[in-house]
Structure formats: C-alpha cells, structure tokens
C-alpha cells in the first residue's frame, strides 16, 4: 500500500482480556518500530525489528508485551492480560533504512482504550 | 518547553504571521534531531532534521535552528496557514540510539 496500515484503529478491551494490534508497513521496508502514545505524551519507544529479527525489545514496559514479525513484512503487537495503563495509542512506523530513526514512516495508530 | 499530561504548551498564531516552536533537550550527546507534526487522529509526520554538525536548516517555509550551547531546538514556519494546526514534536538521538520524542507544542492557526 502507499502507507503504513494498523489495524483496528480502535480497540476497547476489558481489563485482563489479550488484545493483538497490526501493523501493515510500506512494502520493502527492513525497518519496523512500534511505539506508545499516552494521551497529550510524545511517542515512546517500544521496540524494534531489522526484517524479522527483533533486535530491539528494551522499551517494553512488562513480560506481558510481546512482539513479532515473523515474515519480515507484517508485525504484531500482542498484550497480554490488559491493565487500564495500557490505555493508549500504539503506533507503528516504517523505514527503509536498517536502524531506521531518520527515515520513519508512522500509521494512523490504534487507540486502545482499556476499561 | 515543559508539558505534564494534558496540559501541552500552546502557541496561538494569526494566519499568516510566523511561528516559532521551542524545544529543550537534555543530552548533549545527541547528534541528530527532527521535527514531527501530528495531526489529530493520524501518525507523526516528518517536518525538518538537523544534525549537530550544523546550526541552521531550512525546507519548504520551515527552518529550523539548533543551539547546542544551550541544548535548545526551534521550528519556525513562515506565513503559518491553518492547515499547520496540529502538535509538534522534537525528537532527538544519539548516535547508535533510538529516538527520544518531546512532549510536544500544540500549535493554533487562527484565521
């Protein structure tokens, strides 16, 4: 597609369900970030994928956020047993250069809200 | 500037006036910087970079100026149109590094 696509761009889980967020990257892109977005915060980093490895994981806040991009193209978000502060909006970017800060190409997001 | 939760800084402007967006750094070990733009609903968006090795940088009615002395960034955009509302972000990294963002300014285009 032209763009970086996630989907849902809304999801609204109950505390304790596992929610499972997607990101769609500009084909050809070796670089895939996912980030968080608290409400009026700048995005924070979560993690970090070179083609499928996952060379990054260090901004995970707990065990229960877990990520993959088993193809090298589509990567999902996964979060386990919800908690009201996982509320927020989950972007995903892509670059086509390894390491890729400079070049970011972020989605739409998902806003996940969690009651 | 400093922002807590909700309570983002806001820069109100006049349509066609300039506006300059301020943002403070902590690491002077940062060494590349970019401006984002996010409107509601949507992704950020690639604005301007700067590297450290220079002071100033200009694009398409936007400049942006770096002050490593004092670790102070600035996005200024000439005859701001309301099509530039939205939040604007800084972002910096060291080398090697991931980016770090700002809290963000929220920027009010009155017409």
């Known amino acids: 597609g032209a763009g970086v696509s996630q989907s849902p761009r809304y999801k609204v889980a109950k505390r304790g369900q596992d929610v499972a967020l997607r990101c769609d990257p500009i084909s050809g892109h070796v670089s895939l970030f996912w980030y968080q977005q608290a409400l009026g915060q700048g995005p924070e980093f979560l993690t970090y994928?070179?083609?499928?490895?996952?060379?990054?994981k260090s901004g995970l806040p707990s065990d229960r956020f877990f990520a993959e991009r088993p193809e090298g193209s589509v990567s999902t978000l996964k979060i386990q047993r919800t908690q009201q502060e996982d509320s927020a909006v989950y972007l995903c970017?892509?670059?086509?250069?390894?390491?890729?800060?400079?070049?970011?190409?972020f989605g739409s997001g998902t806003q996940l809200s969690v009651l | 500037g400093e922002s807590v939760g909700l309570h983002l800084p806001t820069l109100s402007v006049q349509e066609g006036d300039n506006s300059i967006i301020n943002c403070a750094y902590s690491n002077s070990a940062s060494d590349y910087f970019i401006w984002y733009k996010q409107e509601s609903g949507k992704g950020p968006q690639f604005i301007i970079d700067i590297r450290s090795n220079m002071d100033k940088r200009q694009g398409q009615r936007v400049t942006v100026l770096l002050n490593k002395t004092v670790k102070h960034l600035s996005l200024q955009i000439a005859a701001t149109q309301p099509g530039d509302s939205a939040v604007y972000f800084c972002?910096?990294?060291?080398?090697?590094?991931?980016?770090?963002f700002g809290a963000g300014t929220i920027l009010r285009v009155k017409s």
């Open positions: 994928f070179q083609n499928e490895a996952q060379l990054d």
């Open positions: 970017a892509s670059s086509p250069i390894r390491g890729g800060d400079e070049k970011l190409f």
């Open positions: 972002a910096g990294a060291e080398y090697g590094n991931k980016l770090v």
